[in-house]
């Protein structure tokens, strides 16, 4: 059946960094589009940035732009989200995801078929 497993979140100060990676299995990994997510309490999940099954067209929502990469490595089934200059503001659960598509459809979580658990991101000011 269909995996995504996170790792790589942690607690950082602000102006940090972390590389938080999602291994996936179960499927042919390199014809779906990925997706990286975060939801801090009390709010919305929130898109954070998708990337094709090639890795050749990536789309970031506006306030992590500059900030975070978005990447992957097809050949281990793995998508990472680099993420610079943390703020407090990117504190969050932070999810990777799945489509049932080779192409993403925007960051609405609801194109999003299969999901990970989710690894803890804490920045502190």
């Known amino acids: 059946q269909v995996q995504l497993v996170e790792s790589g979140g942690g607690s950082v100060q602000a102006g940090g960094s972390l590389r938080l990676s999602c291994l996936a299995s179960?499927?042919?990994?390199?014809?779906?589009?990925m997706g990286w997510f975060r939801q801090a309490p009390g709010k919305e999940r929130e898109g954070v940035a998708v990337?094709?099954?090639?890795?050749?067209?990536?789309y970031y929502v506006d306030s992590v732009k500059g900030r975070f990469t978005i990447s992957r490595e097809n050949a281990n089934s793995l998508v990472y989200l680099q993420m610079n200059d943390l703020k407090p503001e990117d504190t969050a659960m932070y999810y990777c995801?799945?489509?049932?598509?080779?192409?993403?459809?925007?960051?609405?979580?609801?194109?999003?078929?299969?999901w990970g658990q989710g690894t803890q991101v804490t920045v502190s000011s």
């Open positions: 179960g499927y042919t990994y390199n014809q779906h589009c």
């Open positions: 990337i094709n099954h090639s890795g050749s067209i990536t």
């Open positions: 995801a799945r489509t049932s598509w080779a192409y993403c459809v925007g960051t609405d979580w609801t194109n999003f078929d299969y």
